[in-house]
């Protein structure tokens, strides 16, 4: 069974705090890509970053970072010293190599307070 | 313009209308889709198409018709549809369907009301 949990179904926090957004995923394949996506309150889903399944190295991109542990099936995401631009929903996403269908988590909507 | 369009952005309708969303992509990519979001439900996977031939469809109702008339464009053609279509329609694209490889890139969608 393919699936993606993402139980943390809100989130807030005050401005300039770090904040962590949690992704369990469950796969039999041993190729898979795993993806998180931003959608503000305007309706895009903007793409951030995609890792697959051989590469667990942590990523850093400015404020942002990914913790990928394949040990616990976990893709975490943080965000540090938050901004109110950052409030949003988040999507973990899996896709195996032998789908293109991206499965989806549940999102997580992220409110940062000024 | 760049990246995933959509048009309209907004989209009101009776439900004896027939309407088209479109959808643009201006990555040069060969795999194009149409998502539909309702509130409190996951996305879901509507149509794929892949150099212009539909490779996916979710048993969506007959009320939705496609149309890729080339990698550049999408259409989803509406017509007597029911309140609870009532949602954002998401476009999306990506290089290739291929094994899961490629990232899809989505447009700002339309978010559609049937009264």
């Known amino acids: 069974a393919q699936k993606v949990t993402q139980a943390q179904t809100e989130i807030s926090v005050v401005e300039k705090e770090d904040v962590t957004l949690d992704c369990v995923y469950e796969?039999?394949?041993?190729?898979?890509?795993l993806f998180w996506y931003k959608q503000p309150p305007s309706g895009e889903l903007v793409f951030l970053i995609r890792?697959?399944?051989?590469d667990e190295q942590n990523e850093i991109s400015g404020r942002y970072s990914w913790n990928f542990q394949k040990s616990t099936s976990s893709f975490n995401f943080t965000i540090t010293a938050s901004q109110v631009v950052d409030s949003a929903v988040y999507f973990c996403?899996?896709?195996?190599?032998?789908?293109?269908?991206?499965?989806w988590g549940a999102g997580t909507k992220l409110i940062i307070k000024p | 313009e760049t990246g995933v369009t959509q048009t309209p952005r907004h989209l009101v309708m009776g439900m004896t209308n027939k309407k088209s969303l479109k959808c643009e992509q201006h990555?040069?990519?060969?795999?194009m889709y149409w998502y539909k979001q309702s509130a409190k439900k996951p996305l879901e996977l509507m149509f794929v198409?892949?150099?212009?031939?539909?490779?996916e469809n979710n048993s969506v109702p007959s009320r939705f018709s496609p149309e890729c008339p080339n990698s550049s464009h999408l259409f989803l053609h509406l017509h007597t549809l029911q309140p609870e279509d009532s949602a954002l329609y998401l476009c999306?694209?990506?290089?290739?369907?291929?094994?899961?490889?490629?990232?899809?890139?989505f447009g700002p969608g339309t978010r559609l009301t049937v009264l």
């Open positions: 198409y892949s150099l212009e031939e539909r490779v």
């Open positions: 890792r697959n399944s051989f």
């Open positions: 996403a899996l896709t195996p190599a032998s789908n293109y269908q991206l499965i």
């Open positions: 796969t039999r394949d041993t190729t898979y890509y």
């Open positions: 999306a694209s990506s290089q290739d369907i291929r094994g899961g490889t490629y990232t899809q890139y």
């Open positions: 990555l040069g990519h060969n795999a």
